[in-house]
C-alpha cells in the first residue's frame, strides 16, 4: 500500500472531524467524546443530541487526539460516576414524571347484580382511566408514586317514576418498586409489584326537575355512596427517553412508555353516604373490589443525571 493509501486508511479508521465509538454490535457511533470512565461513554453527535454508552457494549473507543481520558464539554465538568451519587451509597440514575392515559376492566358483578334487578343501568366494566405518575431510578432499582382516576360513564333507570341516573368511579393510589432487567441508552423495560388504596364512588342522581322547597321537604334527590379497600398490583413497563435538552447535571427529554398490570383488591371498607364531614354508614352494600387488568400509555418528561 502506498503512502496515499496509508493516509486514506489512516483518515477512514480515525476520522478528523469526530472521536468514534465503535459497538460490538458492529456500528459506531460518532462526535465529541464529552465523559470516559470504566462504566460508561457519553458522546455528543452531530445534532448535539448526548448518547450514554454503556462499557459492556463497547468494543473500542477511538480519540482523534490519541489522548485517552475524560473530556469536559464547555461549561460541564467531567464526571466520575454514571448518575448522582450520594454518601457513596446510592446512585440516582434518573427521574420521571408523567401523566398517563389508559383502560381498566374492573369485575362489578356484585354491585350490578344489585342495582338491575331494582331498575338501575348496570354499570359498565371497561373504565377509562387519567393519572399521574413520578418515577425515580436508583441504581436498577424503580421506586414510584402514581394515581389513576377511573371514570364510568353514568346510564340513566326509570325508579318509581324517576329518572335516576347513577354512575360509579374509583380512584387508586399505589407506590411500586420495580427492578430494571434491560436498560440502555434509551430504553428501560422493569417489571414490578407494589400497593395502596382504592376508592369508590356511586353517585345516584334524580335527573327530573323539582322546586326547591320539595327538595327541602323530601331530601330524596340522590346519594353519594363511597367505599375503599387495600389494593395489591403487578405488572411491567417499557419507558423510551428522547433527550432534547442538556444541562450542567445531566440530560432532559422526552419521556414516553406503555405500562400493563393487574389489580388485585382485598379488604373492602362499609359503604357510607353523606359528605366528607358527615358521614352516615350504609349496611349490606355490595362487595366491589378494583380487580382486573389494565394497561396505560406513558407521556411526560425525565432528567437522566450525568
Do not use: C
Amino acid at each position: 500500500m502506498g503512502r496515499g493509501g496509508g493516509i486514506l486508511m489512516l483518515i477512514l479508521t480515525f476520522p478528523l472531524f469526530a472521536d468514534k465509538v465503535l459497538l460490538k454490535n458492529g456500528t459506531f457511533s460518532e462526535g465529541k467524546i464529552e465523559v470516559d470512565n470504566p462504566d460508561y461513554v457519553i458522546i455528543s453527535g452531530k445534532d448535539d443530541a448526548p448518547k450514554k454508552i454503556r462499557r459492556a457494549e463497547i468494543t473500542e473507543v477511538v480519540y482523534d487526539s490519541r489522548a485517552k481520558g475524560s473530556q469536559a464539554a464547555p461549561g460541564r465538568p467531567a464526571q466520575g460516576t454514571p448518575g448522582l451519587t450520594l454518601f457513596d451509597l446510592i446512585t440516582f440514575r434518573n427521574f420521571t414524571g408523567a401523566l398517563t392515559l389508559g383502560w381498566q376492566n374492573t369485575s362489578l358483578s356484585d354491585l350490578n347484580s344489585t342495582l338491575t334487578p331494582r331498575g338501575y343501568q348496570s354499570v359498565p366494566e371497561n373504565i377509562f382511566t387519567l393519572g399521574g405518575v413520578g418515577q425515580v431510578t436508583i441504581s436498577r432499582v424503580v421506586l414510584g408514586l402514581e394515581g389513576t382516576w377511573l371514570w364510568g360513564s353514568g346510564r340513566e333507570g326509570n325508579i318509581g317514576g324517576n329518572t335516576i341516573k347513577n354512575s360509579f368511579s374509583a380512584f387508586r393510589g399505589v407506590g411500586i418498586l420495580g427492578y430494571l432487567i434491560y436498560t440502555s441508552e434509551r430504553l428501560d423495560i422493569f417489571p414490578f409489584i407494589g400497593g395502596g388504596l382504592a376508592g369508590y364512588n356511586l353517585v345516584m342522581t334524580n335527573t327530573a326537575g323539582d322546586s326547591f322547597g320539595n327538595i327541602v321537604a323530601t331530601g330524596q334527590r340522590g346519594a353519594v355512596l363511597t367505599s375503599i379497600s387495600l389494593l395489591f398490583t403487578t405488572g411491567a413497563q417499557m419507558t423510551y427517553r428522547l433527550p432534547f435538552h442538556i444541562a450542567d447535571k445531566g440530560v432532559f427529554g422526552l419521556a414516553l412508555g406503555v405500562k400493563a398490570g393487574y389489580d388485585f383488591g382485598f379488604v373492602q371498607s362499609n359503604w357510607v353516604s353523606g359528605g366528607i364531614n358527615d358521614l352516615a354508614p350504609v349496611t349490606g352494600g355490595p362487595k366491589t373490589l378494583l380487580a382486573g387488568p389494565y394497561a396505560q400509555v406513558i407521556i411526560g418528561i425525565y432528567f437522566d443525571f450525568y
